[in-house]
């Protein structure tokens, strides 16, 4: 006689023992497995899509929303710099815009820097604007100024977005009329 084979329960048990687990669990088993192998791989293909990243190299220079906030496609979050390719709008009273050409030489000071930097100049505005409210005397307020967008060299880190800069536009001399 087998040990407790006088006890129903436990000769069930072990007779379920010796015939090994039912083909239904194991297959039940197997889909659980693949069904958690299923969810990891979704898990993993969301967590990519919440990681951002830049298209390009830079510097963030705005943060346009608070972590945690939720926003929809195509809305930015984050304001890039490249500042490998550093330029500078200034703002060119109308009497003197028609000595300004394009790709006219640049130099670009700032304080606090004994190096002048250059630039070149390429954009010129079309329309006159507004003084803007950084024009610093009366008279350069009473004038249309129109923008002039100037490109400046590679300064290896040296330059700042934003940075205050004084610029002086390589023009030719005032022809005699």
């Not at 190299?57 to 195509?74: D, K, T």
């Not at 703002?91 to 640049?106: D, F, H, I, K």
Request: net charge positive.
């Amino acid at each position: 006689a087998r040990p407790g084979s006088d006890n129903p329960k436990i000769a069930e048990r072990l007779a379920l023992i010796e015939a090994g687990s039912r083909e239904g669990q194991l297959a039940a088993a197997r889909a659980a497995a693949l069904a958690a192998d299923a969810g990891v791989a979704g898990a993993r293909s969301r967590s990519r899509e919440l990681v951002l990243t830049a298209p390009t190299r830079g510097v963030v220079l705005l943060r346009n929303v608070v972590p945690g906030e939720v926003v929809g496609p195509g809305i930015p979050v984050l304001t890039l710099g490249d500042v490998d390719r550093l330029w500078i709008r200034v703002y060119v009273g109308a009497p003197q815009l028609p000595r300004v050409r394009l790709g006219a030489a640049v130099e670009v000071r700032v304080n606090g820097a004994a190096r002048v930097f250059a630039g070149r100049v390429v954009e010129i505005a079309s329309r006159a604007e507004l003084t803007p409210r950084a024009a610093l005397t009366e008279e350069e307020r009473a004038n249309l100024v129109f923008g002039v967008k100037v490109a400046l060299d590679p300064t290896a880190g040296v330059l700042k977005p934003g940075l205050p800069a004084d610029v002086v536009i390589q023009a030719p001399p005032v022809s005699a009329p």
